[in-house]
Nanobody, 124 residues
């Protein structure tokens, strides 16, 4: 059974930093892209960042320059380092992985596995 488990969320003041982790188990995601999405209250889920097996990344414009996505393929883990956090970054953050395909797509329909989410709250 494949599982993605996020951790690292919490409450932080604006301008602060958090690092999210997503540990995968049940299979390795060799040559499969992984990604982060988020959903704020009353809003639709939106793309945040994605990373290919080799480390190529793609970011939403709203987080570019502030967030960094990375992965450790040996540990089967993907990370999201979030700096200069803003109140509008408040959301539940979800980790996702593709069953097949290494292109770091922004399309959530391309991701087959999802974590349960971790809450990030940024106070002003």
């Amino acid at each position: 059974q494949v599982q993605l488990v996020e951790s690292g969320g919490g409450l932080v003041q604006a301008g602060g930093s958090l690092k999210l982790s997503c540990a995968a188990s049940g299979r390795t995601f060799t040559n499969s892209a992984m990604a982060w999405f988020r959903q704020a209250p009353g809003k639709e889920r939106e793309f945040v960042a994605a990373i290919s097996w080799s480390g190529s990344t793609y970011y939403a414009d709203s987080v570019k320059g502030r967030f960094t996505c990375s992965r450790n393929n040996v540990k089967n883990t993907v990370y999201l380092q979030m700096n200069s956090l803003k109140p509008e970054d408040t959301a539940v953050y979800y980790c996702a992985a593709r069953r097949f395909g290494d292109y770091p797509t922004i399309n959530s329909d391309e991701y087959n596995y999802w974590g349960q989410g971790t809450q990030v709250a940024v106070s002003s």
